[in-house]
């Protein structure tokens, strides 16, 4: 069974930095895309960030390149978000994320619980 535990978030101010992490079971990171994802209230949900071992690739949005910066672990299963340069409207909840084979396979099919992270101007 996947699993996925996301933690990090918070409240931070404007242009200050915060590091989400998400630890992942039941998968390899071989077989698997991680990535994150945020929905703001009112808003449609966005897809952030993704990492693919496989692919050998991170991709990006546009709206956190250059500021955001995903990483991972294989030997601890975990990916991690490094958030800087913060924005009010970076406010959401963030979710860790799985996708069967690489970021481009289609769309995400497991999910964490997930993280709110509030920037506060």
């Known amino acids: 069974e996947v699993q996925l535990q996301a933690s990090g978030g918070g409240l931070v101010q404007a242009g200050g930095p915060l590091r989400l992490s998400c630890t992942a079971s039941?998968?390899?990171?071989?077989?698997?895309?991680l990535g994150w994802l945020r929905q703001a209230p009112g808003k449609e949900r966005e897809a952030i960030s993704c990492?693919?071992?496989?692919?050998?690739?991170?991709t990006y949005a546009r709206s956190v390149t250059g500021r955001f910066t995903i990483s991972s672990d294989n030997t601890k299963n975990t990916v991690s978000l490094q958030m800087n340069s913060l924005k009010p409207e970076d406010t959401a909840v963030y979710y860790c994320?799985?996708?069967?084979?690489?970021?481009?396979?289609?769309?995400?099919?497991?999910w964490g619980q997930g993280t709110q992270v509030t920037v506060s101007s």
């Open positions: 994320a799985a996708a069967t084979g690489t970021c481009s396979s289609g769309g995400f099919g497991f």
């Open positions: 990492i693919s071992r496989r692919e050998g690739v991170r």
């Open positions: 039941g998968l390899s990171f071989d077989d698997y895309a």
